[in-house]
């Protein structure tokens, strides 16, 4: 089972990046369960001068012998300067929700995405599980998404 989540994620983080990730996903489908695309798109900060973007895709596993459902969001890495720009911003930046201090670029894209949002999907789609991955810069939104998501939640299951 833990080989069918690390290629659900593979898979996934490699889709976000293509314009019609359900069309990428469905080529290689013999290679995932992956049985829904639920959304793409971008989580945007209107308050930024430069408008903040993080594109994601939120996907939705069944794996038919356990019977489990895994919502899986899949966070873009680095593409566009915005992004690189975010990548070099490495000053240390506290978050008084946990102890210690954050890379500031990847704790800006974090701070944008909604954990209500995700919450909202995972209750809608009656999921057991609730996995975040990505590749780069959208690897390490994925490890402060998580850890927000964790917090959130009084349950193993995420």
Known sequence: QNQEIVQNALFCSDAVYKSNPYQRLKCVREFHTVSKV???GYYCD????NEQKQRCLVSLTNNEQTKERMLVISFKGSDIQNDWKDNINFILKPD?????KFHGGYHKRAKIVSISDIKEMAILHNVNKILTCGHSL???VSSIVHMKIVQSYDSSNI
């Open 38 to 40: 639920v959304t793409a």
């Open 96 to 100: 008084l929700s946990y102890l210690g």
């Open 138 to 140: 959208g690897g390490a």
């Open 46 to 49: 209107q308050n930024e001068q």
